[in-house]
């Protein structure tokens, strides 16, 4: 994270001195003078769908749900069972390429979820949620752009919370906190550094306080940096991803903070987005961020919220059917994925986008700004 530091300020302090300052966040609490505006930057280090889980499985009372390889084993007799199971010894990944291509025209019921028609998927029905309000009514009402949903009751105790995703993924194994779709997804972006996200935050009068500031979203063509525990680094530098000279995403919301909280108004964001060897441009609608900055500066962590494109959304979900380890299954969470979407409807009353939220993380980072291909000394906070 970094921020501007005029000539004679760095003259005042001299040497050495000067450059570690001007490297650094302003500490928590101090403010900046009124000609001076900071410029920070984070590096987001984890992003997990908001799943909130009791200790009991309370929001999910019936269980969890059965999985593409459960369904197409009860379709079979003993007889069947015995012979393309080699009498049980083939494992679940290896008879899964069988499992998914149960259409009753051999269709993989992952790449045409209505092909066959399962029982009805296993919903969330707990009343607390991660998550904002994100289409501005109390009661999740119909709206001019929305269909008519329940409330969650925040975390928190924020009223009136919209988070249609966990409703739909909460009972779903492979979405929970040790479900695999979730902890590989993790772990390959902590790796690889695919659809890594920086969020820069300009104008910046005042760390702890200020009521006007800007957040741009952007990625990372560079790899985490990480510390002898295997923890993302803070103050890394990053690149910025350019395309034909201007960086591929750039979005910018209207943004404030209060004690150390920044939040943003409402807007639509692009975002890069790599899971589970798949990657996409995540188009989301009424994007808000609500996140607490650590006071030393050098962290950030709360939550993203937005409606998520249902089509984008399946494309994921839909490729994911080849991964046994996933277990969740496909025709189920497709029909209720359509049932549960709450947000903008089309001509024919259909909403097009769930509500959702996302548990992010991020680290404090130096933004480079500048094409990668063109070398160039431009910074943020330099």
């Not at 749900?65 to 393309?84: C, F, I, M, V």
């Not at 990657?279 to 994007?287: N, S």
Request: proline letters at 4%.
């Amino acid at each position: 994270m970094a921020n501007h530091r005029s000539g004679s300020r760095m003259n005042r302090a001299g040497g050495i001195a000067a450059v570690l300052a001007a490297a650094m966040v302003l500490p928590a609490g101090l403010a900046s003078s009124a000609e001076t505006k900071s410029t920070w930057g984070f590096a987001v280090s984890s992003w997990h769908t908001a799943i909130y889980e009791t200790r009991f499985m309370d929001e999910c009372p019936e269980g969890i749900n059965a999985t593409n390889d459960e369904y197409w084993w009860r379709s079979l007799s003993k007889d069947q069972r015995g012979k393309l199971t080699n009498n049980g010894m083939t494992t679940q990944i290896g008879r899964q390429a069988i499992a998914n291509h149960r259409g009753p025209n051999g269709e993989d019921i992952c790449q045409v979820p209505t092909a066959v028609t399962d029982p009805p998927l296993l919903t969330v029905q707990s009343k607390t949620s991660y998550g904002l309000n994100l289409d501005g009514t109390s009661d999740g009402r119909e709206t001019g752009k929305t269909c008519k949903h329940e409330k969650f009751t925040g975390v928190d105790g924020t009223p009136a919370v919209d988070n249609q995703l966990y409703r739909l993924l909460g009972c779903v194994y492979g979405w929970r906190s040790i479900g695999h779709v979730e902890t590989a997804a993790n772990g390959h972006r902590r790796t690889n550094g695919l659809g890594m996200i920086l969020l820069e935050v300009t104008d910046v009068d005042d760390p702890r306080n200020d009521d006007d500031v800007k957040v741009t979203f952007y990625r990372s063509v560079d790899q985490f940096t990480f510390d002898k525990n295997d923890n993302p680094l803070p103050y890394s530098t990053y690149r910025i991803d350019y395309n034909n000279g201007t960086p591929r995403y750039g979005a910018t919301l209207p943004g404030k903070i209060v004690n150390g909280n920044l939040t943003t108004e409402s807007g639509d964001v692009s975002l890069p987005f790599y899971a589970n060897y798949g990657f996409q441009t995540m188009r989301l609608r009424d994007v808000r961020i609500d996140v607490q900055i650590s006071e030393d500066g050098s962290a950030a962590d709360g939550i993203l919220a937005a409606y998520y494109d249902t089509e984008q959304l399946w494309e994921y979900v839909g490729e994911l059917g080849w991964q046994p380890t996933g277990v969740y299954n496909c025709p189920a969470i497709y029909a209720a994925m359509r049932k549960l979407a709450d947000g903008y409807r089309d001509a024919s009353g259909q909403c097009t986008a769930i509500s959702s939220a996302f548990k992010i993380k991020a680290v404090a980072a130096f933004i480079r700004h500048g094409d990668p291909k063109t070398p160039t000394d431009v910074q943020a906070g330099r």
